[in-house]
């Protein structure tokens, strides 16, 4: 499958966009896909993407033809998604303020407040809206949240990927002055234009952590009380792991992530980079936040708010979008043997299938070659191209007929049985039945997301198995 990630960023108007392209480009990796990443922007960026292979061009005019293309840009127009969603057979659009009247496809906008963004029901855009679809990076997916302790001992200084508004050695100088034997732990990144001056800052009670990876990012956040940041993308990271912050607003386009965060309760607001009080406010929320019970409520509204699975989220709804709008589902056919031989072989299946033994392929040939010819078995499989998604199979031989499905293991995860069971019963008029092993908790509770009621319990080839009903 051919994927692209189009997006724009660099060290005249930041990585946000950069960063959340990376941890969707990382989630499509997850499940075997490597989409070409394209960013208008220059050569700083390859601090964020650290290892991916990315193409660095002015891609505001030239045209893609890719199965599914991703946008995340304030710099394209109307036209050029237009462009986009007739070339592909996906466009997917990252949406921060409802900004476009966007062309049939996906919209994105991971943020913890839906109620006023207005968006428009329609039937051809699916919304991804809410935090669920919040994008991090893979070292957030699973990760251990943070302790809290009962004095504040540790404070971390975050600014962005180039400091904008020089704000780092303000603030590192406030807590120098104010907090003397307090830890500073302070981000300086390849773009910063002010290394020297955050260094003349430096002793023994400030560290200086320098373009730093996500494991070292997270290794910082996970060994402090408090942050003061930047109210981009760093807010989300610093929530999951559940650091409580101090926020300063840096361009205008971060308003709803600051009001969202604030309306949650996990962010304490100092102000815009340019008020007045700015620094006077940053000691105020200081002092404020040394109540430990406080800290904890932060950790806990931040911990609620961003679980760190939101690009994995994202793919997956993309990917299931994708094969159901493009996938064939069809009779089989004897080119299908060997295809449908290593999805019946696999552990997985062979685990929930009431003869749990391995098949042998000569078996199996001579299985397929009978089902081919069975007028009381039918077959069918969902197909993208040339390979399998799953198989869906009717007996016929009972009152009501039996179905029983299976997925290839590398379509897995992406929500395809709904579709493969939708496609099946589709076929049926009246009552059909499944049988299900008693162990087998996940297809229990799938079955019954699908409508399927429990009858009773059976037993089938020595297992334990549970009858459902349906219709």
């Known amino acids: 499958m051919e994927v692209v990630i189009l997006t724009e960023g660099g060290k005249d108007y930041g990585y946000g966009h950069v960063a959340r392209c990376s941890s969707i480009h990382q989630a499509f990796e997850h499940y075997n896909i490597s989409p070409k990443f394209i960013v208008n922007g220059d050569e700083s960026i390859k601090s964020i993407v650290q290892d991916m292979n990315v193409e660095i061009i002015d891609w505001l005019y030239d045209s893609f033809n890719a199965e599914i293309v991703l946008i995340d840009s304030y710099l394209a127009d109307l036209t050029f998604y237009e462009e986009i969603s007739k070339n592909s057979l996906l466009g997917v659009y990252v949406d921060d303020n409802n900004r476009l009247d966007y062309p049939k496809g996906i919209v994105i906008n991971g943020t913890l407040d839906t109620s006023d963004m207005g968006y428009l029901e329609r039937d051809d855009i699916t919304y991804l809206i809410g935090n669920e679809f919040i994008p991090l990076r893979k070292d957030f997916w699973d990760i251990q949240k943070l302790k809290i302790n009962d004095s504040i001992e540790n404070i971390l200084i975050t600014m962005g990927g180039n400091d904008l508004r020089n704000l780092t050695p303000k603030i590192l100088e406030l807590l120098n002055d104010n907090f003397p034997k307090v830890n500073k732990k302070v981000i300086i990144a390849d773009s ?280």
Not at 272 to 286: A, K, T
Not at 336 to 357: G, M, T, Y
């Open 192 to 471: 910063f234009k002010n290394t020297k001056e955050i260094e003349s800052l430096k002793n023994e009670y400030v560290e200086l952590i320098y373009s730093p990876n996500s494991v070292e990012i997270i290794n910082a956040m996970s060994s402090v009380d408090l942050a003061i940041s930047a109210s981009g993308q760093t807010l989300y990271e610093l929530a999951c792991i559940g650091v409580p912050t101090i926020a300063i607003g840096i361009i205008d386009n971060q308003k709803n992530n600051i009001k969202n965060l604030v309306n949650q309760g996990f962010i304490e607001y100092a102000g815009c980079w340019n008020d007045d009080n700015l620094l006077e406010n940053i000691l105020g929320r200081i002092n404020y936040l040394k109540d430990k019970n406080i800290r904890f409520d932060k950790r806990l509204l931040g911990i609620q708010a961003v679980n760190g699975k939101g690009s994995l989220n994202i793919v997956k709804n993309i990917l299931k979008e994708f094969y159901k709008n493009n996938s064939t589902f069809r009779s089989i056919q004897k080119e299908d043997c060997l295809k449908i031989f290593e999805i019946a072989n696999d552990d997985e299946v062979r685990k929930s299938s009431f003869n749990s033994e391995k098949i042998l392929l000569e078996d199996h040939k001579n299985w397929f070659k009978n089902i081919l010819n069975d007028d009381s078995v039918k077959f069918y499989v969902l197909e993208y191209e040339d390979d399998l998604i799953g198989q869906l199979r009717l007996d016929f031989d009972e009152k009501y007929p039996v179905i029983s499905i299976s997925l290839n293991k590398k379509y897995r995860g992406l929500g395809l049985s709904k579709i493969l069971l939708s496609k099946g019963l589709e076929l049926i008029d009246g009552r059909v039945i499944a049988y299900i092993k008693k162990e087998n908790i996940r297809s229990i509770s799938f079955f019954k997301s699908m409508g399927f009621k429990k009858e009773c319990e059976v037993v089938i080839k020595n297992c334990v198995a549970l009858k459902f009903i349906k219709g």
